[in-house]
């Protein structure tokens, strides 16, 4: 858990100040629905990846048996 709080929430904020920034640059109003779409998509992506590194390792530990 500690990694994916470890990732997610540098990806989050990330996220925010990118958004800002276009946001400023572009002088429109924040647009926080792609906040969170990118952020779940973070979420949900580190989730993935999280649970192929644990398909990998218990696939190598079963075949060093």
């Given amino acids: ?14 996220v925010i100040v ?4 276009i946001s400023l640059w572009n002088k429109k109003e924040i647009d926080w629905d792609h906040i969170m779409t990118m952020s779940i998509a ?3 992506g580190m989730l993935i990846a ?16």
């Avoid at 990694?3 to 904020?13: A, I, K, T």
């Avoid at 990118?18 to 920034?21: D, G, I, K």
């Fill in 50 to 65: 999280t649970g192929i590194k644990m398909a990998i390792k218990m696939a190598n530990s079963k075949s060093s048996e």
């Fill in 1 to 14: 858990m500690k990694s994916l709080s470890r990732f997610w929430l540098p990806w989050v904020l990330g």
């Fill in 18 to 21: 990118a958004v800002v920034a």
């Fill in 42 to 44: 973070g979420l949900i």
